[in-house]
């Protein structure tokens, strides 16, 4: 590792942001693969698989209305707030991919945006093509059999589940293609195909030269921390809002 503190932002870098559930726990939200995570005592398959979903849909209601009442409580931190900052700054050379399901980095005034696994405060319905949509509604003792689209298929949480596809996978990889600069905040370096961005952007050579420097901020070395041009070990609200010199 270097000893600048800082990455450098030169006027004709486009910026690849992608950001982990590390990001959220630091505002209180608690994680999958953490001690004591919010996913504990509920099986994945049970809760977030279409397998799941099958089974006992009132099951799956109740966690994810859950998990909205705790995202409602959560406020953004300065990790939100740095990265907002800088799409400010950079306005379309920023680009931002989150695995989080929450709409902190929305909150905290970030625009340019993708959920590559959906949205928490979206539902959609699971047989047809309606567009999904915005839905806040938090469910105590659910009857799932009652939330049915006009089609009469189920209304369901609009999130990706262990199973399905990613959103959003064409822009995404678009803007993979386009970077100069990445940076990968809070994430395991394990759940694919996020943890594969790096080495897509390892790829793009030009002369010889990586054309993408790449970067990672987190407390922990992630699995794919060889990976990176830099890694930044700390939490990211207090790496973040020093970290960046733009030009």
Not at 98 to 124: K, P
Not at 160 to 168: A, D, L, R, S
Request: aromatic content about 10%; proline content about 4%.
């Amino acid at each position: 590792m270097s000893n600048s503190k800082q990455i450098e932002i030169c006027e004709n870098d486009h910026v690849f942001v992608l950001t982990g559930a590390g990001v959220s726990a630091e505002s209180g939200l608690a994680t999958f693969r953490g001690a004591g995570g919010l996913w504990e005592g509920e099986r994945v398959e049970d809760v977030a698989s279409p397998g799941g979903w099958k089974r006992d849909p009132e099951r799956v209601w109740r966690f994810y209305s859950m998990r909205r009442k705790a995202a409602l409580l959560a406020e953004p931190n300065p990790a939100h707030a740095a990265l907002a900052k800088l799409e400010h700054k950079l306005g379309e050379r920023y680009f931002l991919c989150t695995q989080n399901v929450d709409d902190l980095h929305e909150r905290a005034g970030s625009r340019n945006l993708v959920h590559m696994h959906g949205e928490l405060f979206q539902s959609c319905c699971d047989s047809c093509t309606r567009e999904p949509f915005t839905d806040k509604r938090i469910f105590c003792q659910t009857k799932a059999e009652q939330l049915r689209c006009e089609c009469g298929g189920h209304i369901r949480p609009n999130i990706v589940w262990f199973g399905e596809v990613p959103f959003h996978m064409d822009r995404i990889i678009e803007e993979l293609h386009r970077c100069t600069v990445m940076l990968v905040v809070g994430t395991s370096g394990v759940v694919q195909p996020a943890a594969s961005f790096v080495h897509w952007a390892n790829e793009r050579y030009t002369g010889g030269s990586a054309v993408v420097r790449t970067y990672y901020v987190g407390p922990e070395h992630p699995a794919n921390a060889e990976a990176f041009t830099r890694v930044f070990q700390g939490k990211a609200g207090e790496v973040l809002p020093h970290l960046f010199a733009v030009l």
